[in-house]
């Protein structure tokens, strides 16, 4: 039963973590532990006995946890979730999501391929909703840029506020830029000419 | 017709030049190859990704091919070294604290493996009876030259390295802050990263890789046996422009060029300035004091690109010597056949680049440059000594394992 496996989750990215230790409770699995500190895993490593590793291969610390495992014999030889001989494609997927998971030798790949799986939608739910967090961030800024511009034309044009709207928007079509460059840079030119 | 893609993990180090350079001076489209560099965060992610494909090719560390084909990674994919990187490049950098302690029990000026070894070890003693905790050296991978050379240094200075200190595994560019924060005692890394301390004046180099076993090995280009089976052309062709690329490398006239081409942020992020150190081996050993070393740092000269038989044999001797591997006839074959002298033997034939004619040698016999025949014209080699006079002959690597079992007393 998957219920029986003791998991760990290793992870800088508190948010990421645990947005994968969510799914894989979810999915059933009771022992979930997490550490976002790489130096705890040494101390920890006995009393968790992990019988599946997950880190992400982005983590630079994947050499000094592989030497964890050597050291404790948690994981005799660990072997990268990825590497499941007659699947090349769910390596590529597993690599692709950044997501490079370790299971004990003999560990069967069915008991295995549903925790890779929930690891791999959750990595990417997590990265979609980081573009998402970024992507809002930059339409703020981007409208913020804009209110300011308008208040600059407003003030020394004596425009009023559709009018100089109108102007960013007419610029920013005749140079085939996007309004909110328009306004930064004017926002720059103002700048350099205040006193 | 177009040129051949070829995708090379490597690790951001000053021995990753040699790639970093036939990229950009036009040594691999000479070949009609296009390398794709890929900078890669661990050697774990390194190893893996050629075994699984990814990469075609990698900078890896030297005894790296050698763990995975005797079994000791998670992968099964067979690998080879067909070219070696270059010689030197590693030191070994300790706290401000311990270098002081060092200094008062007999160390210093300069980096010299005895002097460092046998005041290091009067410092583990001292500390031993005053209560004080082991101290605690860090290396970037458990099979790593810098793992061997540093506890083969400690073990000659007649340090126990499993029991009197502490070894651990940090990545190469996290040590420098390790040791700021206090978290190691020092490390053995290779460069830029005892330069980085040095110029931080957080610690001090105590000794050099070329200073405990000169013109020794670092890293090489691995890669799995089924893609070089597959595509030799591509790799006779790749082994040619990496070699003109390391050649190019090791001109003390292109080596601003070298440094400033490294030093980019999406390279190694580290300045020139620094890296103009280890090129020219004009040391900068911390706490004012700087050195000039001439064989620090090898990219090209004494056959730093071929891939010696002898040197696989003495990193499996050094597996064996630590207990990561069990010592059989068929696994020192495995070891020195993951070393293709062959390959890159056929792959410079003709090219008017000399090549030595014999795959191995007996490490630590040339005391003085020594010139030998070879493929393609003459050879200078070595010297090639370690620092506690010791040699290692391949042909009878049972007496040198059974010798190495004796650790010193405690």
């Known amino acids: 039963m998957p219920q029986t496996l003791s998991i760990l989750v290793v992870d800088d990215n508190r948010i990421r973590a645990s947005i994968i230790e969510d799914g894989l409770r979810e999915a059933g699995h009771a022992h979930v532990h997490v550490i976002t500190e790489i130096n705890e895993v040494a101390a920890r490593i006995g009393e968790i006995a992990p019988d599946v590793v997950i880190i992400d291969l982005e983590n630079p610390n994947r050499d000094m946890l592989e030497h964890f495992f050597a050291l404790s014999r948690a994981l005799q030889r660990p072997i990268a979730m990825f590497v499941d001989k007659a699947d090349p494609g769910s390596i590529e997927a597993a690599v692709d999501a950044g997501v490079s998971a370790y299971v004990v030798d003999g560990l069967r790949k069915e008991r295995v391929k549903p925790i890779l799986d929930m690891a791999i939608s959750r990595f990417r739910a997590f990265s979609r909703l980081r573009e998402e967090l970024a992507e809002a961030k930059s339409e703020l800024e981007n409208r913020k840029a804009i209110e300011k511009a308008k208040g600059i034309l407003m003030r020394t044009r004596g425009l009023s506020e559709d009018e100089a709207y109108a102007l960013l928007r007419r610029t920013a079509m005749n140079q085939n830029r996007k309004i909110a460059e328009i306004a930064q840079s004017l926002i720059t030119a103002a700048g350099l000419l205040e006193p | 017709m177009g040129l051949t893609p070829i995708t090379i993990g490597y690790v951001p180090l000053l021995d990753a030049a040699v790639l970093i350079a036939a990229q950009e001076q036009g040594f691999a489209e000479a070949e009609g190859l296009e390398f794709d560099l890929v900078r890669e965060t661990s050697w774990a992610n390194i190893r893996d990704r050629v075994a699984i494909g990814h990469f075609d090719l990698a ?67 001292a500390r031993a009876k005053n209560g004080s905790p082991r101290l605690r050296l860090a290396v970037v991978h458990p099979e790593s030259g810098h793992n061997y050379e540093l506890r083969y240094w400690l073990a000659a200075s007649g340090i126990d390295p499993r029991h009197d200190v502490e070894i651990v595994i940090v990545p190469p560019s996290f040590q420098p802050d390790a040791l700021a924060a206090g978290r190691i005692d020092g490390y053995c890394v290779g460069e830029p990263f005892n330069s980085v301390a040095a110029a931080r004046g957080i610690g001090r180099t105590v000794t050099t890789k070329s200073s405990i076993w000169r013109s ?195």
């Open chain 2, 59 to 125: 900078h890896m560390l030297a005894p790296m091919p050698l763990s995975a084909n005797l079994g000791l990674t998670p992968l099964d994919a067979q690998m080879i070294a067909p070219m070696a990187l270059g010689l030197g490049g590693n030191a070994v950098t300790v706290s401000n604290a311990v270098w002081e302690q060092m200094r008062r029990a007999g160390a210093g000026p300069g980096v010299d493996a005895w002097q460092a070894g046998l005041a290091l070890k009067r410092v583990i003693a």
């Open chain 2, 216 to 410: 020794s090995p670092e890293k090489v280009l691995g890669t799995r046996l089924q893609w070089a089976e597959r595509y030799p052309e591509r790799l006779g062709a790749i082994l040619r422009a990496v070699t003109r690329a390391a050649r190019w490398s090791g001109d003390p006239a292109n080596r601003e060029a070298l440094a400033r081409m490294l030093a980019r942020e999406d390279r190694l992020g580290v300045s020139d300035a620094i890296l103009m150190r280890a090129l020219t081996g004009d040391l900068m050993l911390g706490r004012g004091e700087n050195l000039k070393v001439d064989d620090f740092f090898i990219p090209y000269e004494r056959a730093a690109n071929f891939p010696w038989q002898s040197h696989a044999l003495w990193f499996y001797a050094q597996m064996v010597r630590w207990g990561q591997a069990s010592h059989s006839a068929g696994n020192a074959q495995i070891a020195a056949r993951t070393y293709r002298p062959d390959l890159y033997r056929a792959a410079l034939a003709g090219m008017g680049m000399a090549v030595p004619s014999a795959n191995a040698k007996i490490e630590g016999a040339l005391v003085e440059p020594t010139a030998l025949g070879a493929q393609g014209g003459m050879l200078t080699l070595g010297p090639d000594g370690f620092f506690d006079g010791t040699q290692f002959d391949p042909d009878d690597l049972d007496a040198y394992i059974a010798a190495q079992s004796d650790l010193p007393a405690q």
